[in-house]
């Protein structure tokens, strides 16, 4: 099964706010503060998880919840970039929907040769209490591919994308370079998700 680490320390975080308000004698103050830091601490956890809903570089699983089954090919094609797709989105009343977790989305590959392949594995997971599909993918160049290992990510189980960069595709020398691969699923929170790969070409 996939585990989810947890983004705040709040136990650290209320005894800080704890000993300080016990430290000051004005009552006005101490309310003051109170309720300012209780609602940054809701702030904060609403936040942290929602961005850790879908970019969880700690995605842990085992072997067996990786899914292989009919794959997806992701290649520039300027006709899907300008094409919407009616993808039959999963309401957001759903009391069953699939949620996607992604380990990462971005990477950068750092200084580079020109005429190198760089390849980077994503790990796509479905945290949610229903299928997630991957309708469809696509990148920003053809000097990027990927390839997923299934296009439907049963709940708790995981996907692999394979990301493929071809440096010598055409002249990069003396540029930084970012290209991208974008991901349609029917994820009613997240329907469209972006994982850009960065290199700086000698």
């Given at each position: 099964?996939?585990?989810?680490?947890?983004?705040?320390?709040?136990?650290?975080?209320?005894?800080?706010?704890?000993?300080?308000?016990?430290?000051?004698?004005?009552?006005?103050?101490?309310?003051?503060?109170?309720?300012?830091?209780?609602?940054?601490?809701?702030?904060?956890?609403?936040?942290?998880?929602?961005?850790?809903?879908?970019m969880n570089s700690e995605i842990q699983y085992s072997p067996a919840d990786v899914v292989y089954g009919e794959s997806i090919y992701a290649?520039?094609?300027?006709?899907?970039?300008?094409?919407?797709?009616?993808?039959?989105?999963?309401?957001?009343?759903?009391?069953?929907?699939?949620?996607?977790?992604?380990?990462?989305?971005?990477?950068?590959?750092?200084?580079?040769?020109?005429?190198?392949?760089?390849?980077?594995?994503?790990?796509?997971?479905?945290?949610?209490?229903?299928?997630?599909?991957?309708?469809?993918?696509?990148?920003?160049?053809?000097?990027?591919?990927?390839?997923?290992?299934?296009?439907?990510?049963?709940?708790?189980?995981?996907?692999?994308?394979?990301?493929q960069f071809d440096t010598g595709y055409h002249d990069m020398q003396g540029k930084t370079v970012r290209r991208?691969?974008?991901?349609?699923?029917?994820?009613?929170?997240?329907?469209?998700?972006?994982?850009?790969?960065?290199?700086?070409?000698?």
């Open positions: 099964m996939i585990k989810k680490n947890s983004l705040i320390p709040l136990k650290k975080l209320l005894n800080h706010l704890f000993d300080f308000l016990r430290s000051t004698e004005k009552r006005a103050w101490d309310y003051l503060v109170l309720g300012s830091a209780i609602f940054l601490v809701i702030v904060f956890i609403i936040y942290g998880s929602k961005t850790q809903s879908i290649i520039h094609n300027v006709n899907i970039m300008n094409t919407p797709q009616n993808i039959g989105l999963i309401s957001n009343e759903a009391t069953e929907k699939p949620q996607i977790l992604i380990s990462e989305k971005f990477y950068d590959f750092g200084e580079v040769n020109s005429n190198q392949i760089l390849k980077r594995t994503f790990i796509f997971a479905n945290s949610g209490n229903s299928p997630l599909t991957i309708h469809r993918a696509y990148t920003t160049c053809g000097c990027t591919t990927a390839i997923f290992t299934a296009t439907e990510i049963p709940p708790g189980k995981v996907v692999l994308m394979t990301l991208g691969v974008m991901i349609e699923t029917n994820d009613p929170d997240h329907p469209v998700q972006e994982i850009w790969i960065q290199a700086k070409v000698r």
